[in-house]
């Protein structure tokens, strides 16, 4: 994959909005002191270029009525292209599921999950992955708690 070429400005652009990402172009704009078109034009050839992908929202899961997040380790017996895609395709359609990271090592899959409680935890773990077949080992460590870094990681 060939790293896509932005420079300063972009960079400070990507570091607020990875920071806020509900800022609007104006407050951006007055952020970095550059003209609101300026920001506006550089945010869409971001996204045009498939630098900037997304905006996400971050949920207190506990107001959802979910108490409990864990680790997944998962490793399959067979790593045929088309039992990973099935794989990461069955588990990504599960409400459990927030993100899934597959992997070198010895899993294949670190699956991120929220569930209400330690029973609902096994009946998920026991549905969605000892049900599936070619799963041979499973590893599941609960979360204690959770922080997503507000420091944009980039190299120059």
């Not at 959802?64 to 045929?80: C, E, F, P, Y």
Request: aromatic fraction near 8%; charged fraction near 25%; glycine fraction near 4%.
């Amino acid at each position: 994959m060939k790293t896509k070429k932005i420079d300063n400005v972009d960079l400070a652009i990507l570091t607020a909005i990875y920071k806020d990402s509900r800022l609007s172009n104006k407050d951006l704009a007055e952020k970095l002191g550059i003209a609101p078109s300026t920001s506006l034009e550089r945010v869409k050839r971001l996204h045009k270029e498939g630098i900037l992908q997304n905006y996400f929202a971050e949920i207190d899961y506990k107001s959802l009525g979910v108490n409990l997040q864990a680790m997944v380790s998962i490793r399959l017996d067979k790593h045929t292209q088309e039992k990973v895609e099935q794989f990461k395709k069955n588990i990504l359609e599960a409400k459990e599921v927030i993100s899934i990271y597959h992997m070198g090592g010895e899993n294949d899959f670190l699956i991120h999950i929220a569930v209400n409680d330690v029973e609902h935890l096994r009946d998920f773990i026991y549905l969605a992955f000892s049900s599936q077949s070619g799963v041979e080992h499973i590893s599941t460590a609960l979360i204690y708690e959770h922080q997503r870094s507000r420091v944009l990681p980039y190299q120059l």
